[in-house]
């Protein structure tokens, strides 16, 4: 029996898939008229049964915002923080969404655990700083700027010791399998000075995971990657495992030139893949006016659940397609999900 109720929430089942979808006309602008059976949902192929819908949005909301301090940030840096803060202070309701803060260089390091205090947000955005010029190659492994790491997490990356009294998996770095590991961009180099797919892995993996509800990374970043230890598919896996969208922001600095890598390509690829949607700041499109846009799209989502047809047994990525009945509607969602697994405890 199909299901349409406020506040609904969603099975871990490894058979029970949500998708959240953001639908536009054909000028762009945000539906949110629509009903269950104007929404058609495929999975490798196959129609499946929409079973849970809901378009109201009370659900929490968790999200994480990963923000570059790369020498290449460094003349927009001030302009990414305090326009963060304008955000996060209207999106946010207290005691039920939380954000966390987590900037990245030479490493990823977490400034703020999950937290609904704008007054920790606050703090943690003013740390926000680009590193010295290094002497050599990298920094060393572990401790990040603020020296504490607790090793929490991947080797050479580092949490402030007792931030938010939580404590993480240490996943690690991945090992292997995986849908197309290795493929796409690849690191460039391991003493480089923006780890960007490290942060996206470690953001996804351990810390939004475990959360329930919408789930959200906003990355502030030119698009470039040198020095991590995961390759951008490895990241995009992580996100979409962990059942969460990114949102990319390609905040350049015109002075410093654009990346060598293709960063709007690659941030592109992971927002597509993930769910989100991609942003460019421009003189025509400012920072502020672009974090009014996904506010907007957080707060007008479809919620779509259903129970796939699969094998259980299968773990194989699944490819998604959600459509609309009504012609010249664009639908945004995630392109296709992996089957939980089963976690050693």
Known sequence: MSAQEPGATFSSDVRVVQV?????????????????????VNEDGRTQQIRYFSH?????????????????????????????????????????????????????ELLQDLTDSR????????????????????????????????GGGFPGVGFPGGMGGRGRRGGGYPGGGGRGRGQGPARQGS???????????????????????????ILLTDGDDHGSKTFLNDAIESAQRSDCLVYSVLFADDQAGRPANNGKRVLEQISRETGGSFFEVSKKLSIDAIYDRIQEELRSQYNIGYNSDAPPNATAYRTVKVTVRQPGMTVQTREGYYPARAVAK
């Not at 979808?21 to 058609?40: C, H, P």
């Not at 007054?119 to 680009?130: I, M, P, R």
């Open 191 to 217: 003493n480089g000075g923006t780890t960007m797919y490290d942060a996206i892995y470690l953001a996804s993996d351990e810390i939004m995971r475990p959360q329930t509800g919408r789930k959200a990374l």
């Open 20 to 40: 959240l979808a953001n639908v536009r006309d054909k000028k762009g602008k945000v539906v949110t008229a629509l009903g269950q059976d104007d929404f058609i």
């Open 56 to 108: 109201e949005t009370d659900l929490p909301l968790t999200l994480g915002l990963l923000v570059d301090t790369s020498l290449s940030q460094r003349r927009v840096l001030n302009d990414e923080k305090s326009a963060s803060f304008r955000f996060l202070d209207k999106v946010l309701r207290a005691g039920k969404d939380k954000t966390f803060v987590l900037h990245f260089d030479f490493e990823a």
């Open 119 to 150: 007054v920790a947000l606050q703090k943690a955005l003013d740390q926000l700083q680009t590193p010295p010029m290094p002497e050599g190659a990298g920094r060393g492994n572990g401790g990040g700027r603020s020296g504490g790491g607790n």
